[in-house]
Nanobody, 125 residues
Framework: QVQLVESGGGLVQAGGSLRVSCAAS????????MGWFRQAPGKEREFVSG????????YYADSVKGRFTISRDNAKNTVYLQMNSLKPEDTAVYYC??????????????????WGQGTQVTVSS
């Protein structure tokens, strides 16, 4: 059974940092893209960041570019999202997702095959 389990969310003040992790089990995703999405209350899910299997290509939403960094450790089947200079508008449930084919658009949620259950990130002003 494939599982993606996020961890590391929490409450942080504006300007602070958090790192969320996503550990995959049940199969390896080392050959495929993985990504992070988020959904704030009353809003649609949106793309945050994506990374190719090699880690050599990364993509970011304009709203987080320069503040967030995605990385992955294929040996651990884990992807990370380092979030710095957090803002109240970053408050959302953060979901990781994994693809099982290449190449696919990392920015589109419909291009992912597996999703985690989400982790809450709350940024207070």
């Amino acid at each position: 059974q494939v599982q993606l389990v996020e961890s590391g969310g929490g409450l942080v003040q504006a300007g602070g940092s958090l790192r969320v992790s996503c550990a995959a089990s049940g199969r390896t995703f080392s050959n495929y893209g993985m990504g992070w999405f988020r959904q704030a209350p009353g809003k649609e899910r949106e793309f945050v960041s994506g990374i190719r299997w090699s880690g050599g290509s990364t993509y970011y939403a304009d709203s987080v570019k320069g503040r967030f960094t995605i990385s992955r450790d294929n040996a651990k089947n884990t992807v990370y999202l380092q979030m710095n200079s957090l803002k109240p508008e970053d408050t959302a449930v953060y979901y990781c997702a994994a693809q099982t084919a290449y190449p696919r658009d990392l920015r589109r949620g419909g291009e992912y095959d597996y999703w985690g259950q989400g982790t809450q990130v709350t940024v207070s002003s």
